[in-house]
């Protein structure tokens, strides 16, 4: 979703209304612009964040969130018949608590790892990140096993 657009629409309105200024008003508010830009962007990514949240809780199943790609967000919609939890939750208690919102900045190669796992798990980044949290979380520390490794912590 390009946001140009809007944030051009936001700079012809303060240009406008500095129409009936001095000069030296106008050129503050288009320098007031350009500094402000990272910052209307940044808000206009969290609406569009809040915006996904919402529809989510309001869709059963489908999780719509929004992804980066640069510098301007891309919406991300899993239908529930693509949504796989391939482990049921580790203490059912938890979802009975309901959700917290978390924002985390990471380096942009932990992300493209983090959504590489993710989609050979078959998973969204999200759930790939719960069920993270989820073992590294848990009280429970027993190594797992498989034919061809050994999984635990120690």
Same mark, same amino acid.
């Given at each position: 979703?390009?946001?140009?657009?809007?944030?051009?629409?936001?700079?012809?309105?303060?240009?406008?209304?500095?129409?009936?200024?001095?000069d030296?008003?106008?050129?503050?508010?288009?320098?007031?612009?350009?500094?402000?830009?990272? /910052?209307?962007?940044m808000?206009?990514?969290?609406?569009?964040?809040?915006?996904?949240?919402?529809?989510?809780s309001?869709?059963?199943?489908?999780?719509?969130?929004?992804?980066?790609? /640069?510098?301007?967000?891309?919406?991300?919609?899993?239908?529930?018949?693509?949504?796989?939890?391939?482990?049921?939750?580790?203490?059912?208690?938890?979802?009975?608590?309901?959700?917290?919102?978390?924002?985390?900045?990471?380096?942009?190669?932990?992300?493209?790892?983090?959504?590489a796992?993710?989609?050979?798990? /078959?998973?969204?980044l999200?759930?790939?990140?719960?069920?993270?949290?989820?073992?590294?979380t848990?009280?429970?520390?027993?190594?797992?096993?498989?034919s061809?490794?050994?999984? /635990?912590?120690?």
């Open positions: 979703m390009q946001l140009n657009s809007y944030l051009s629409s936001v700079a012809y309105d303060l240009d406008r209304a500095t129409q009936l200024a001095d030296a008003t106008r050129d503050v508010a288009r320098r007031l612009v350009t500094v402000l830009e990272p /910052g209307l962007r808000a206009m990514v969290q609406l569009l964040s809040d915006a996904a949240a919402q529809l989510t309001e869709l059963s199943g489908t999780v719509v969130t929004i992804r980066m790609d /640069g510098r301007e967000p891309v919406w991300h919609v899993v239908a529930p018949e693509a949504h796989v939890t391939p482990h049921p939750p580790a203490d059912a208690a938890e979802d009975e608590e309901g959700t917290a919102r978390v924002t985390v900045r990471l380096p942009e190669a932990v992300k493209r790892r983090a959504e796992a993710a989609q050979s798990a /078959g998973q969204s999200n759930t790939w990140i719960i069920h993270a949290l989820r073992r590294a848990s009280t429970d520390k027993t190594p797992t096993s498989s061809r490794r050994i999984t /635990g912590w120690a």
